[in-house]
């Protein structure tokens, strides 16, 4: 009687030599072509079955890891860095990466192996990070860097998932600019006019262009005949490398006969980057005298001037280094008693003129150089509802519904008004007051709505609606005008799921329930997700061992508990293996 064969790739359980079962799984191909068999191997037979099965279930949802060269986190982010992303990225962006990887990630996680690495492990270095004195900014840098860097590994199957993208990212709280006033700008221009350079300055509270697009222009991209600057370039910051043979003991910047091996300029990133953009006069007057001066200081620098047709130069025709830049505008802020400010501020003052002129918007994003798709959200963050923003536009609506809007009064530190200027009471902002949330509204039936359902869903907190004026709320509101929301945000029921276990394993929290739902507001960071489920398990500070699970999706969550609480088991038998060994 003919055996029964097992069809090609099929998994197979079988009875070794050694007294041990063994299972054999294919889960794709490999490089050179053959089949990609996995093999495993236990006691029993029953266990070996679950094994197959578990490693079936892996290849058939994420993906099992390819097999091949073992990686640390410290090999593959320096192979990526270097062989994957530097030949495909921009030299800032390099940059960034390479300061991200060198100076943080490997340093800081280097020595796990790749699969090994979990999200709680990313999370207690951004901790770290902070608590070392890094800035925010810097440990979400660090975070966008590796989530990135594993996107490429899961992509080449070298990970089956993320830990990154599991892992909360560090909190990154945008601080509102306050562009500066025209009185600032004034006075700023005033004192440009007693350094070099003085039309660099203008052109960047008038026009907004950036640092690199400005130092980036060439007497070819402006036409004094028809009143335009065309902004096509960037100016990139210099790389240097010793040209001593490294024997002056300095850092390649500070050598002597250092060498700049990266390209000065580079094409603006986008096709909206690349725009003409109309001078005023006065500022074509400026350039023209430039123009003049540069003349002036090429003849005295004789044979040493290097002539590459940049607009803004050294004394000898270089093109500026943005660092020096950089410097020299704090220099300017400080001459004219202005207070301290980021340079890319002068870009939001002039978006946020264009904004109180009243400029159309499809004009606005072809000055700014911002691309269609994303000129909305470039126009909130860059173009802020000053004073005068607000004023005129309830003046307008006052004038149009009761034909008596209010005169305005002058106020300390604000200029007067011309005559006849028009404006009415500044808004109010309805403040939902739900424990120790305070969430702000336009329209006082949003913010009531809200109370109303908190009040419902927590009948042992207060909920109250209180009217702030705008200005209140504006500097002592948490997130600032930002925050104020036009329609009420999402609410939805979040299944939670909790099991904690000695560290032999055994489940202590018996007879309390496992799993329960509440209902949670996008504000409540604290119980809210957008995700079907996450999961996670930590070492709690007296060695017990706690499996979380959260999500939108009930089924999911009760399917991943059973996971996280087999996880939370093994780690509490054995902390070596999840690096929990050095807090016993």
């Known amino acids: 009687m003919a055996k029964n064969r097992q069809p090609n790739g099929a998994s197979s359980i079988y009875l070794g030599k050694d007294g041990r079962w063994h299972g054999r799984v294919t889960v794709g191909v490999k490089d050179d072509g053959t089949p990609d ?54 030299e800032n962006t390099i940059d960034g990466y390479r300061v991200a990887v060198y100076h943080h990630l ?24 902070r608590a070392n004195g890094s800035a925010a900014g810097t440990a979400h840098q660090a975070h966008r860097t590796v989530n990135t860097a594993l996107n490429e ?34 006075r700023l221009l005033a004192e440009a006019a007693k350094v070099r350079n003085t039309a660099r300055w203008v052109i960047a509270l008038a026009l907004g262009l950036r640092q690199g697009e400005t130092l980036g222009l060439k007497w070819e991209d402006v036409d004094f005949e028809a009143g335009v600057i065309l902004v096509r370039r960037g100016r990139l910051r210099p790389r240097y490398q010793h040209g001593c043979g490294n024997r002056c003991g300095r ?15 580079k094409d ?25 001066k540069q003349e002036r200081e090429r003849t005295l620098a004789r044979d040493l001037w290097v002539e590459k047709g940049y607009v803004f130069t050294s004394p000898t025709g270089e093109p500026l280094n943005p660092n020096t830049d950089f410097h020299r505008w704090k220099d300017l802020l400080k001459a004219a008693q202005v207070r301290d400010g980021r340079l890319h501020d002068a870009r939001h003052t002039a978006a946020t003129v264009l904004l109180i002129l009243g400029v159309p918007e499809a004009i606005v994003d072809r000055i700014m150089g911002w691309e269609p798709g994303k000129s909305a959200r470039m126009r909130r963050r860059y173009q802020h509802l000053t004073g005068p923003v607000l004023q005129q536009t309830a003046a307008k609506v006052g004038g149009l519904l009761w034909g008596t809007p209010h005169m305005i009064q002058p106020t300390p530190g604000n200029s007067v008004p011309e005559p006849g200027h028009l404006v009415s009471v500044e808004p109010t902002v309805y403040v939902a007051c739900l424990g120790g949330h305070l969430i702000p509204f336009r329209h006082r039936e949003h913010a009531k709505a809200v109370a109303a359902q908190w009040s419902a869903d927590r009948p042992d907190c207060s909920a109250v609606v209180e009217e702030w004026e705008w200005a209140k709320w504006e500097h002592n509101g948490p997130g600032g005008v930002r925050a104020i929301r036009d329609q009420v945000p999402d609410r939805r029921a979040v299944a939670h799921a909790r099991a904690l276990f000695a560290p032999g394993g ?25 995700l079907p489920v996450r999961w996670h398990t ?34 509490a038998q054995n902390p070596g293996k999840y690096g929990d060994a050095d807090e016993w």
């Open 538 to 571: 930590t070492r709690r500070p007296g060695h017990e061992v706690e499996a979380q699970v959260r999500g939108t999706d009930k089924a999911a969550v009760e399917h991943a508990f059973a996971e996280a609480c087999a996880q939370a088991v093994d780690r």
């Open 106 to 129: 490997i340093p800081g996680l280097g020595a796990h192996r790749l699969e090994k690495l979990e999200p709680e492990h990313l999370e207690r270095f951004y901790q770290k990070m």
């Open 506 to 530: 055994d489940r202590l929290n018996v007879g309390v329930p496992a799993q329960w739902s509440v209902t949670a507001w996008a504000f409540e960071t604290d119980l809210y997700t957008d």
């Open 268 to 292: 603006t990133k986008t096709r909206a980057g690349k725009r003409p953009i109309g001078v005023p006069e006065e500022l074509l007057k400026l350039l023209r005298l430039h123009k003049e």
């Open 37 to 90: 068999r996995r093999h495993i191997s236990r006691k029993t037979r029953a266990e070996a079955t679950k094994a197959v099965r578990e490693l079936e279930r892996q290849r058939d949802s994420t993906g099992v890891r390819k097999a091949g060269q073992t990686w640390t986190v410290t090999t593959w982010l320096t192979h990526w860095v270097e062989n994957i992303a530097a030949p495909n990225v921009g």
């Open 153 to 186: 590994a899961v992509r080449r199957r070298h990970l089956t998932t993320n830990p990154a993208s599991i892992a909360k990212a560090p909190k990154l709280e945008e601080e509102e600019v306050e562009p500066y006033s025209l009185e600032e700008v004034q």
């Open 251 to 265: 850092k390649p910047g500070y050598c002597p006969q250092k060498i700049n091996i990266r390209r000065e300029t």
